[in-house]
């Protein structure tokens, strides 16, 4: 039996919420992964709808098999406007914000980079930001951020993520507009150690309840 296609987008939340939330998945786990679907049900439970979308590259990993490895910035960059094309049309009424893990955040954050940025971003969201690869912090990927000075950006980063952790990003130039949130002794997932006392679980309710506070404020 050939694989089942599956959905566009994956959503959660209130339909009539006043934000919606687009959010696409890291470099190597796809939209459902148990990451993904924890942070969109936490989220969701603040009232903010979710709408969870995958890359090319990942739809046909999934159709296919095999570890296709991601696609190039300007065809990751070309599937996120698409994605938020189709959610604009289907949901008129909200004000969109757009974000993800890692990579997702990312390619997120260099479209509303580009000189024609859809006037649909109302904000973005960046969950474990890849300020660099791991090991490599003069590989840094802030080089768009100063074209990002007038976008609200909430950025959720764990204090021992090897891409960034505390240690290192405050020193970085972030957007004007950026506010940071730590997850106290999270890692690339936002996932604390057992000996921090804290739980996954926890950590990802802090999460949701900071992107709540972030667009009440907006």
Known sequence: MPPIEPPLFLEDGPADAPWRLILAHGAGAPMDSPVMTAIAQAVAQQGIA?????????????????????????????????????????????????????????????LAAEPDAPLQIGAIVTLGYPFHPPGKPDRLRVDHFPALDAVPILMVQGTRDPFGGASEVPSYRLPARAILHWVEDGDHDLKPRKMSGRTHMQALTELANSISDFFSGL
Do not use: C
């Open 50 to 110: 979710v709408s969870r979308f995958e890359f090319p590259y990942m739809r046909t990993r999934r159709l296919e098999g095999g570890r296709r490895p991601p696609d190039r910035a300007p065809k990751l960059i070309a599937a996120w406007r698409d994605a938020l094309t189709a959610v604009a049309a289907n949901h008129p009424a909200q004000r969109l914000a757009i974000g993800g893990k890692s990579m997702g955040g990312r390619m997120a954050t260099l």
